[in-house]
C-alpha cells in the first residue's frame, strides 16, 4: 500500500541532532496525524491537523516540532532528543476527522536516539 | 469517552476461527465501533467498523449485540500472516482529535 508514504524508514542520531521526519498522502484527505509508538507501548497520539491547521497537540515536549505545510504533506522536525524519545513514529491521514473517518497508516520510521 | 477492555493475547492454530471480544459498557448512543490490525513494525490498518447487528467484510465480520456493551472480531479460517495486534476503539476513540489506542489484543497463529 502507498497510500501513505513516509521517509525515512530508519534514523539513528544524537541528542544534539536536528532531523526531519517527513509524511506524504496520495488520497486525498484533509486531516493528518503524527503519532508515537514505544517498545511494547500503545500508540500515543501526538498531533493532529485538519486543513493543515493544526487541531491537536497532547502535550507534546517541544523538541517535536510538526510543520503542515499542505494538505499532503507532513513534518515532524526534531531538535535536541533524548534516548527515550526512540521509537516507531507512525503518520496517518484520513478523509475528516469524524468518528467514521478511517485513519490509513503510513509504514512509519524508526527512530534511534543515541 | 468510551473504555475498552480487550484480551492481551489469544493463541490460535492455522485454520480456526479467531473471535477477539471488546467490552465497551459505557459506549455512547452515537458511538462507533472500529477494529485496527497492526503487524510489527507497520502501522495499524483498517479492519473492520460498525453501529449494531453484524457487520462483514471481505476480511472479518463484526458482531454487535443489541446492547451495544460488546462486540466481536471473528477471523474466518486464521492463518500465520493474521499474527498481529488487534484493536478495538469505541466512540470518541475513534476521531481525529481523540483517537485512543489501547493496548490491543496479541493474536499469534501457529502451524
Known amino acids: 500500500e502507498t497510500g501513505v508514504t513516509q521517509t525515512p524508514r530508519h534514523l539513528v542520531m544524537g541528542m544534539t541532532n536536528k532531523k526531519s521526519l517527513k509524511c506524504e498522502q496520495h488520497?486525498?484527505?484533509?486531516?493528518m496525524y503524527w503519532y508515537k509508538q514505544s517498545a511494547k507501548k500503545p500508540l500515543e497520539l501526538m498531533f493532529v491537523y485538519s486543513l493543515e491547521e493544526r487541531v491537536e497537540n497532547n502535550s507534546v515536549p517541544s523538541r517535536f516540532s510538526p510543520e503542515c505545510p499542505n494538505s499532503s504533506h507532513l513534518f515532524l522536525h526534531l531538535h535536541t532528543l533524548q534516548p527515550e524519545d526512540s521509537a516507531l513514529y507512525l503518520c496517518?491521514?484520513?478523509?475528516?476527522?469524524?468518528?467514521?473517518?478511517?485513519?490509513?497508516f503510513g509504514p512509519g520510521t524508526r527512530l534511534t536516539v543515541l | 469517552l468510551a473504555k475498552t477492555t480487550q484480551p492481551i493475547s489469544m493463541d490460535s492454530y492455522e485454520g480456526q476461527e479467531v473471535n477477539i471480544t471488546c467490552s465497551h459498557n459505557?459506549?455512547?448512543?452515537?458511538?462507533?465501533i472500529t477494529w485496527y490490525q497492526q503487524f510489527p513494525s507497520q502501522g495499524p490498518r483498517f479492519i473492520i467498523q460498525?453501529?449494531?447487528t453484524k457487520v462483514t467484510n471481505e476480511v472479518a465480520s463484526l458482531f454487535i449485540p443489541a446492547d451495544r456493551k460488546s462486540s466481536t472480531l471473528s477471523l474466518p479460517r486464521v492463518s500465520l500472516s493474521d499474527t498481529a495486534v488487534y484493536y478495538c476503539?469505541?466512540?470518541?476513540?475513534?476521531?481525529?482529535?481523540?483517537?485512543?489506542f489501547g493496548a490491543g489484543t496479541r493474536l499469534f497463529v501457529k502451524a
Open positions: 496517518a491521514s484520513s478523509q475528516g476527522t469524524t468518528p467514521t473517518d478511517t485513519q490509513y
Open positions: 488520497l486525498g484527505h484533509n486531516a
Open positions: 460498525g453501529y449494531k
Open positions: 476503539l469505541v466512540g470518541l476513540n475513534t476521531g481525529g482529535f481523540k483517537t485512543i
Open positions: 459505557n459506549i455512547a448512543t452515537n458511538d462507533y
